[in-house]
Protein backbone atom coordinates (compact mmCIF):
# COMPACT_ATOMS: atom_id res chain seq x y z
CA UNK A 1 0.00 0.00 0.00
CA UNK A 2 1.78 3.47 -1.08
CA UNK A 3 1.81 6.25 1.37
CA UNK A 4 -0.68 8.35 -0.28
CA UNK A 5 -3.85 5.62 0.07
CA UNK A 6 -2.70 4.58 3.29
CA UNK A 7 -2.64 8.31 4.58
CA UNK A 8 -6.37 8.68 2.42
CA UNK A 9 -7.48 5.70 4.20
CA UNK A 10 -6.34 6.93 7.27
CA UNK A 11 -7.81 10.32 7.50
CA UNK A 12 -11.14 9.76 5.48
CA UNK A 13 -14.23 10.68 8.28
CA UNK A 14 -17.53 11.83 7.26
CA UNK A 15 -17.60 15.63 7.24
CA UNK A 16 -21.09 16.94 8.25
CA UNK A 17 -19.99 20.67 7.42
CA UNK A 18 -18.84 21.36 3.90
CA UNK A 19 -17.90 25.22 2.64
CA UNK A 20 -21.20 26.11 1.04
CA UNK A 21 -18.94 28.57 -1.46
CA UNK A 22 -16.25 26.52 -2.91
CA UNK A 23 -16.93 25.28 -6.25
CA UNK A 24 -15.08 22.12 -7.44
CA UNK A 25 -13.35 22.75 -11.07
CA UNK A 26 -14.81 20.08 -13.32
CA UNK A 27 -11.69 18.37 -14.18
CA UNK A 28 -11.39 17.34 -10.71
CA UNK A 29 -14.92 15.55 -10.85
CA UNK A 30 -14.32 14.49 -13.70
CA UNK A 31 -10.78 12.74 -12.34
CA UNK A 32 -12.81 11.19 -9.56
CA UNK A 33 -15.97 9.60 -11.91
CA UNK A 34 -13.22 8.75 -14.10
CA UNK A 35 -11.94 6.24 -11.67
CA UNK A 36 -14.87 5.49 -10.54
CA UNK A 37 -15.77 4.05 -14.00
CA UNK A 38 -13.34 1.70 -13.89
CA UNK A 39 -14.52 -0.09 -10.20
CA UNK A 40 -14.98 -3.74 -11.13
CA UNK A 41 -18.54 -5.49 -11.41
CA UNK A 42 -19.47 -8.62 -11.94
CA UNK A 43 -19.20 -9.75 -15.83
CA UNK A 44 -18.14 -6.43 -16.76
CA UNK A 45 -21.44 -5.17 -16.65
CA UNK A 46 -21.36 -1.41 -15.18
CA UNK A 47 -24.05 -1.45 -13.60
CA UNK A 48 -23.52 1.81 -11.50
CA UNK A 49 -25.26 5.21 -12.72
CA UNK A 50 -23.51 8.46 -11.15
CA UNK A 51 -26.28 11.72 -10.95
CA UNK A 52 -23.97 14.15 -10.05
CA UNK A 53 -26.08 17.33 -8.62
CA UNK A 54 -25.44 20.31 -8.94
CA UNK A 55 -28.29 22.41 -10.09
CA UNK A 56 -29.27 24.57 -6.59
CA UNK A 57 -32.77 24.58 -6.88
CA UNK A 58 -32.90 20.96 -7.10
CA UNK A 59 -30.25 20.33 -4.08
CA UNK A 60 -32.49 22.48 -1.90
CA UNK A 61 -35.72 19.86 -2.59
CA UNK A 62 -33.56 16.91 -2.09
CA UNK A 63 -32.56 18.46 1.41
CA UNK A 64 -36.20 18.62 2.04
CA UNK A 65 -36.62 14.75 2.11
CA UNK A 66 -33.24 14.62 3.22
CA UNK A 67 -33.79 15.50 7.21
CA UNK A 68 -32.70 18.91 5.93
CA UNK A 69 -29.20 18.02 5.79
CA UNK A 70 -26.81 20.63 4.88
CA UNK A 71 -24.50 18.46 3.45
CA UNK A 72 -27.13 18.08 0.63
CA UNK A 73 -27.00 21.72 -0.82
CA UNK A 74 -23.58 23.11 0.99
CA UNK A 75 -21.12 20.32 -0.44
CA UNK A 76 -19.78 21.20 -3.81
CA UNK A 77 -20.98 18.38 -5.81
CA UNK A 78 -23.53 15.55 -4.31
CA UNK A 79 -23.22 12.38 -6.38
CA UNK A 80 -25.95 10.05 -6.24
CA UNK A 81 -25.31 6.45 -6.84
CA UNK A 82 -27.73 4.58 -8.62
CA UNK A 83 -27.80 0.78 -9.72
CA UNK A 84 -28.72 -0.73 -13.06
CA UNK A 85 -30.65 -3.54 -12.26
CA UNK A 86 -31.59 -4.93 -15.66
CA UNK A 87 -27.96 -3.55 -17.02
CA UNK A 88 -27.01 -7.36 -17.79
CA UNK A 89 -29.82 -7.81 -20.45
CA UNK A 90 -29.46 -4.17 -22.08
CA UNK A 91 -26.92 -5.09 -25.24
CA UNK A 92 -24.33 -6.92 -23.53
CA UNK A 93 -22.64 -8.05 -26.42
CA UNK A 94 -20.96 -4.04 -25.36
CA UNK A 95 -19.44 -4.93 -22.22
CA UNK A 96 -17.20 -7.65 -23.91
CA UNK A 97 -16.51 -5.59 -27.63
CA UNK A 98 -12.92 -5.60 -27.16
CA UNK A 99 -12.64 -9.31 -26.73
CA UNK A 100 -12.18 -11.42 -29.38
CA UNK A 101 -15.26 -12.85 -30.68
CA UNK A 102 -15.60 -16.43 -28.93
CA UNK A 103 -14.57 -15.27 -25.84
CA UNK A 104 -17.29 -12.41 -26.24
CA UNK A 105 -20.42 -15.11 -27.05
CA UNK A 106 -19.26 -16.96 -24.21
CA UNK A 107 -19.50 -14.25 -21.51
CA UNK A 108 -22.98 -12.60 -23.65
CA UNK A 109 -24.15 -16.44 -22.39
CA UNK A 110 -22.72 -16.88 -18.92
CA UNK A 111 -24.59 -13.62 -18.26
CA UNK A 112 -27.65 -14.18 -19.63
CA UNK A 113 -27.33 -17.70 -17.51
CA UNK A 114 -26.16 -16.07 -14.85
CA UNK A 115 -28.85 -13.39 -14.22
CA UNK A 116 -32.09 -14.22 -16.11
CA UNK A 117 -34.72 -15.01 -13.25
CA UNK A 118 -32.93 -14.06 -10.04
CA UNK A 119 -34.11 -10.97 -9.28
CA UNK A 120 -32.46 -11.04 -5.96
CA UNK A 121 -29.12 -11.37 -7.26
CA UNK A 122 -29.56 -8.71 -10.03
CA UNK A 123 -30.18 -6.03 -7.12
CA UNK A 124 -27.73 -7.50 -4.74
CA UNK A 125 -24.81 -7.13 -7.52
CA UNK A 126 -26.18 -3.50 -7.99
CA UNK A 127 -25.27 -2.49 -4.69
CA UNK A 128 -21.74 -4.58 -4.35
CA UNK A 129 -20.89 -2.43 -7.54
CA UNK A 130 -22.30 0.95 -5.85
CA UNK A 131 -20.71 -0.04 -2.78
CA UNK A 132 -16.94 -0.65 -4.47
CA UNK A 133 -17.76 2.84 -6.57
CA UNK A 134 -18.28 4.50 -3.25
CA UNK A 135 -15.41 3.67 -1.20
CA UNK A 136 -13.45 4.53 -4.36
CA UNK A 137 -14.81 7.91 -4.68
CA UNK A 138 -14.46 8.74 -0.99
CA UNK A 139 -10.48 7.60 -1.09
CA UNK A 140 -9.57 9.39 -3.89
CA UNK A 141 -11.60 12.57 -3.46
CA UNK A 142 -9.53 12.74 -0.43
CA UNK A 143 -5.71 12.08 -1.57
CA UNK A 144 -7.20 15.10 -3.55
CA UNK A 145 -7.64 17.45 -1.05
CA UNK A 146 -11.29 17.19 -0.83
CA UNK A 147 -14.08 15.85 2.02
CA UNK A 148 -17.02 13.37 1.88
CA UNK A 149 -19.73 12.26 3.74
CA UNK A 150 -21.67 8.93 2.49
CA UNK A 151 -25.51 9.10 3.26
CA UNK A 152 -28.67 6.81 3.49
CA UNK A 153 -30.76 9.15 5.29
CA UNK A 154 -33.21 10.66 2.86
CA UNK A 155 -36.38 9.18 1.28
CA UNK A 156 -35.09 6.85 -1.29
CA UNK A 157 -38.53 7.30 -3.07
CA UNK A 158 -38.84 11.36 -3.22
CA UNK A 159 -35.27 11.44 -4.46
CA UNK A 160 -35.97 9.53 -7.23
CA UNK A 161 -38.88 11.46 -8.46
CA UNK A 162 -36.79 14.58 -8.50
CA UNK A 163 -33.84 13.29 -10.17
CA UNK A 164 -36.63 11.14 -12.88
CA UNK A 165 -34.90 7.79 -11.94
CA UNK A 166 -35.58 4.89 -14.59
CA UNK A 167 -38.17 2.39 -13.39
CA UNK A 168 -35.30 -0.03 -13.52
CA UNK A 169 -32.63 1.71 -11.47
CA UNK A 170 -32.53 1.92 -7.51
CA UNK A 171 -30.65 4.66 -5.40
CA UNK A 172 -28.10 3.18 -3.87
CA UNK A 173 -26.54 5.89 -1.73
CA UNK A 174 -25.47 9.49 -1.41
CA UNK A 175 -21.35 10.71 -1.33
CA UNK A 176 -21.39 14.50 -0.50
CA UNK A 177 -18.03 16.11 -1.91
CA UNK A 178 -16.62 19.06 -1.37
CA UNK A 179 -14.36 21.59 0.74
CA UNK A 180 -14.91 20.78 4.77
CA UNK A 181 -15.83 23.83 7.09
CA UNK A 182 -15.21 22.37 9.90
CA UNK A 183 -13.06 19.16 11.45
CA UNK A 184 -15.23 16.33 11.14
CA UNK A 185 -15.67 14.03 14.53
CA UNK A 186 -12.97 11.98 15.46
CA UNK A 187 -13.12 8.18 14.73
CA UNK A 188 -15.06 6.90 17.34
CA UNK A 189 -13.08 3.74 17.67
CA UNK A 190 -11.64 0.96 16.20
CA UNK A 191 -12.62 -2.56 16.72
CA UNK A 192 -9.83 -4.95 17.77
CA UNK A 193 -8.86 -7.22 14.90
CA UNK A 194 -9.64 -10.02 16.55
CA UNK A 195 -13.69 -9.16 16.08
CA UNK A 196 -13.51 -8.31 12.76
CA UNK A 197 -10.65 -10.83 11.14
CA UNK A 198 -10.95 -14.38 10.91
CA UNK A 199 -8.69 -16.98 9.32
CA UNK A 200 -10.73 -19.80 7.61
CA UNK A 201 -13.89 -20.25 9.29
CA UNK A 202 -15.44 -18.02 12.10
CA UNK A 203 -14.97 -21.48 14.99
CA UNK A 204 -11.23 -21.59 16.49
Known amino acids: MTLDVASAILARRATKVFDAGHR ?4 DLETILGLARRMP ?6 NW ?9 LRREIRKVAWDQPQVTDASVLLILCADIRAWEKSPGRYWENAQ ?3 REMMVGAIDQYYRGREQVQRDEGMRS ?3 AAGAIMLLAQSMGYATCPMDGFDFPAVG ?3 H ?3 DHEIVMFVAL ?3 AKAPFPTGGILPASEIIFRNTFEK
Open 24 to 27: MPEE
Open 41 to 46: TAFNIQ
Open 49 to 57: RFVAVQDET
Open 101 to 103: PDT
Open 130 to 132: CGM
Open 161 to 163: KLI
Open 165 to 167: LPE
Open 178 to 180: GKP
